[in-house]
């Protein structure tokens, strides 16, 4: 298959070339391979893959609300013994039961929306020289419509989904990856802008109105060409996430107004201390 190939569902490949008519909807597999577990009795706004949360080795897709889809026999969306200042993590990696260019990944589960002002951040580490591409897409199941999606694509620079003049495309950012360590994205999301981090550093911003202000579930997924690439020292090809986090930001104006009320205060006390003596 080429290495451009479009995957099971068109508007959710990994490959970063091409434009799309709108904003896709969100990520809903029907290639048949779809795992469910029972849902989580309340949302949450934090996963971090350890024991003390409920996970164990092994595949993803029967643990704690997640769902795989495009996975064969379990193998390519699984709990992993490495983790950032942590014991566990998600592991995408090859699943030589399907073809290459199909999207294999994982659902969460139904996640604690933030609303219209949100911030996600997630620790990844790509352990994959020049073969899968990753993606990461945050997505409102209720506004049905997708909010973000970065990859991380295979030649080594990280990709943001974007409105153009020419369309919804995928953006090179040309900012390169790190590969074998351990490092942070962020997105920031509010009316009227994206904000995209990679290690703290702001790479990518959006003023689309057209994608979804929420997230109430995030997709983590690979194209399954990790065969094609090259381990990064001596683990095995794939790509590993950490520590998904979802956050209320304060409310600027609320910062505003105590800053001001702050520095309002601090004007009275020099004013009293600098005080000129009454006359007479």
Known sequence: ????????????????????AGPPAPVFPSDGARRHAPARSEPTRFIGFEQ???????????????????????????????????????????????????????????????????????????????????????????????????????????FVFDETPTGFRFVDTNVFFDLGEWREVRVEWEPGATRYFYDDRLIYTSASERFARGVDQVVLASDGWQDAGFPVGDGPVGAYFDNLRLDVPSPPSLILAL??????????????????PSPG
Request: hydrophobic share 40%; net charge neutral.
């Open 1 to 20: 298959m080429p290495r451009n190939a479009p995957a099971l569902i068109a508007c959710l490949s990994c490959c970063t070339a091409g434009a799309f």
């Open 52 to 158: 003390s949360e409920g996970y164990a080795a092994g595949p993803i897709g029967t643990q704690n609300g997640w769902s795989e889809f495009g996975v064969s026999a379990g193998a390519g969306t699984s709990i992993a013994s490495l983790g950032r200042n942590s014991a566990q993590s998600l592991f995408l990696s090859d699943n030589r039961a399907v073809q290459n260019g199909a999207f294999i990944g994982g659902l969460s589960p139904e996640l604690d929306d933030p609303g219209e002002r949100g911030v996600f951040t997630i620790d990844t580490r790509i352990d994959d020289r020049a073969g899968a591409s990753y993606t990461i897409i945050g997505q409102s199941l209720e506004l049905f419509g997708i909010n973000f999606r970065l990859v991380f694509e295979f030649g080594g620079t990280v």
């Open 259 to 276: 800053a001001g009320l702050g520095a309002c205060r601090r004007r009275r006390r020099y004013a009293a201390r600098h005080a000129c």
